[in-house]
Nanobody, 126 residues
Framework: QVQLGESGGGRVQAGGSLRLSCAAS????????MGWFRQAPGKEREFVAA????????HYADSVKGRFTISRDNAENTVYLQMNNLKPEDTAVYYC???????????????????WGQGTQVTVSS
């Protein structure tokens, strides 16, 4: 089983940028399509972005499209989430996750993702 660990969170002002990293151990990330989710206080966890194993396709939540970019370095066993033009409503704990092999590409359902990291806090102040 793969173990995931997120890093790179922090506190920034609105309009700022952060890059989150998700490092894997136990198994190579190249086996998995990967996703990022987030959970704001008092809200359900929601989909942010996902990328295929080969990095030739990705998709995003409408709320982050054009501002966030998912990428991966399979050689480094790491997935990234570059977040630009951050807004206070982006404040949340961000999680990376592996997509289940049986899930349909394009899914945004939490249940279609298997292994999860512990999350990293992102706080955006106005």
């Amino acid at each position: 089983q793969v173990q995931l660990g997120e890093s790179g969170g922090g506190r920034v002002q609105a309009g700022g940028s952060l890059r989150l990293s998700c490092a894997a151990s136990g198994r190579t990330l190249s086996r998995y399509a990967m996703g990022w989710f987030r959970q704001a206080p008092g809200k359900e966890r929601e989909f942010v972005a996902a990328m295929r194993r080969s990095a030739d396709d990705s998709h995003y939540a409408d709320s982050v499209k054009g501002r966030f970019t998912i990428s991966r370095d399979n050689a480094e066993n790491t997935v990234y989430l570059q977040m630009n033009n951050l807004k206070p409503e982006d404040t949340a704990v961000y999680y990376c996750a592996t997509m289940e092999s049986w899930a349909v590409w394009g899914t945004k359902r939490e249940r279609d993702f298997g292994s999860w990291g512990q999350g990293t806090q992102v706080t955006v102040s106005s």
